[in-house]
């Protein structure tokens, strides 16, 4: 019972591995990252964060002294802004 509870565990442990490893965050590379750092410090935001959920990129940032979440377009415009409560 042991042996077999062990290779369980081994076999999802190695199923689950890749995805594990394959970050979302991973998705953007350095150079797409300061991409974005740079198109946003210009226009005023401090970057905090850079995240990639559900395939869309969001950047955690202060603007104003206020928290706000970006949502950015594959062409790296905002499309949608959320600001903390």
Do not use: F, W
Request: glycine share 4%; hydrophobic share 40%.
């Amino acid at each position: 019972m042991k042996t077999l509870l062990t290779t369980a565990l081994l076999s999802l442990t190695l199923v689950a591995a890749p995805v594990l490893a394959s970050s979302s965050s991973a998705a953007l590379d350095d150079a797409k990252r300061v991409e974005i750092t740079e198109k946003l410090k210009s226009e005023g935001y401090d970057v905090r964060k850079i995240d990639v959920e559900d395939g869309q990129i969001e950047v955690y940032a202060l603007k104003d002294g206020k928290k706000v979440e970006l949502y950015l377009a594959p062409d790296l415009s905002v499309s949608r802004i959320k600001t903390a409560d």
